[in-house]
């Protein structure tokens, strides 16, 4: 039986507010990078989903409203205004905000994401969703920093995540980091995560939730 979209954001706010009545006083400050297709409801709803548990949650939009209708009018956009150039106005995001923060971004946020938990001190951890990128050779920010937890999620059969190397540079994370973990789901689609898109698959968002609320009150304990 497959749920509405509707029923299946009400199961997730439920487990996240069983979350918060077990885990009040442990609140972790995450800053939240969108997707190319820009910060679209399903990204809001995620978010909203991590607050309901007790999270401060900041999940700037760096698309000034614009949502597009497909990874590549996406990155089209993201080229127009200049790859560097749009990931400088993400790390600027932190910018007034404490150490302490929880990096997390999805696709194309974790560039971001990722140069500010290994680069940016004091990180408290990292949330990778759909993408990686490596820790050693050309397109690294150096190595991964001793202290910082960090979760990957993708799907095993996504081609971008699997056909484009980002599980490469997963699993490196995994095996040089000492506190590291991969998480597969099965499917082949990217941005799975996302409520709003036709991309989303239910279950393996209930899964990855459920995980990353662990790792959130975890981190913040």
């Known amino acids: 039986m497959r749920f509405s979209p509707d029923l299946q954001l009400a199961a997730l706010a439920c487990l996240a507010a069983g979350v918060a009545d077990s885990r009040r006083a442990m609140m972790a400050e995450v800053l939240l ?8 409801p399903g990204v809001q709803a995620f978010a909203k989903t991590l607050r309901a548990a ?3 949650v900041h999940a700037p939009d760096l698309f000034d409203g614009r949502i597009f209708a497909s990874i590549e009018e996406g990155l089209a956009h993201i080229n127009e205004v200049g790859f560097d150039a749009m990931r400088d106005r993400a790390e600027h995001c932190a910018d007034g905000l404490l150490p302490g923060l929880v990096y997390a971004g999805f696709s194309f946020g974790v560039v971001p994401a990722q140069k500010l938990a290994q680069t940016r001190p004091g990180a408290r951890g990292a949330l990778f969703f759909h993408s990686c990128l490596p820790i050693s050779g050309k397109w690294a920010f150096g190595p991964w920093p001793q202290g910082v937890p960090v979760q990957i999620h993708g ?6 995540f699997v056909g484009e190397g980002d599980i490469e540079a997963a699993r490196e994370i995994v095996e040089k980091a000492e506190d590291a973990e991969l ?8 941005y799975f995560a996302d409520s709003s898109l036709p991309s989303f698959d239910a279950d393996a968002t209930r899964a990855l939730t459920r995980r990353v609320l662990e790792f959130l009150g975890r981190v913040a304990a």
């Not at 969108?34 to 910060?39: F, P």
């Not at 799907?155 to 971008?160: E, Q, V």
């Open 33 to 40: 990078f969108h997707h190319a297709q820009g910060l679209t």
């Open 54 to 56: 007790g999270h401060v």
């Open 155 to 160: 799907m095993d059969r996504d081609p971008i």
């Open 183 to 190: 998480f597969l789901y099965p499917g082949d689609q990217h």
